[in-house]
């Protein structure tokens, strides 16, 4: 079992930044790659970033592309997700996820946080 754990939403203004962290704990030997993926009301939930578990491979959706970083801290097993010039179509739920085969593939994630909450204000 792999247990996620996110931190760091909000409400911010739009053009500002936030950071969401995620914590992976338990079985993180078996984690090949996390990501994070969000859902607005009334909308399929989507992806957003992803990195591999050694931080040497990332991808992104277009959308996000220049605005926001993926990044892994090995120290603390944990994924950052650092999100530039915010628009309020970004507000969302962002969920954590980890992927114990082929990161890459979207649908291999099999492990997921409870959500954090972002709001950006116009």
């Known amino acids: 079992q792999v247990h996620l754990a996110e931190s760091g939403g909000g409400l911010v203004q739009a053009g500002g930044s936030l950071r969401l962290s995620c914590a992976a704990s338990?079985?993180?030997?078996?984690?090949?790659?996390m990501g994070w993926f969000r859902q607005a009301p009334g909308k399929d939930r989507e992806f957003v970033a992803a990195i591999s578990w050694s931080g040497g491979v990332v991808d992104y959706a277009d959308f996000v592309k220049g605005r926001f970083t993926i990044s892994r801290d090995n120290a603390k097993n944990a994924v950052h997700l650092q999100m530039n010039s915010l628009k309020p179509e970004d507000s969302a739920v962002y969920y954590c996820?980890?992927?114990?085969?082929?990161?890459?593939?979207?649908?291999?994630?099999?492990?997921w946080g409870q959500g954090t909450q972002v709001t950006v204000s116009s």
């Open positions: 996820a980890a992927a114990t085969n082929y990161f890459l593939k979207r649908s291999n994630y099999n492990y």
């Open positions: 338990g079985r993180t030997s078996s984690i090949d790659g």
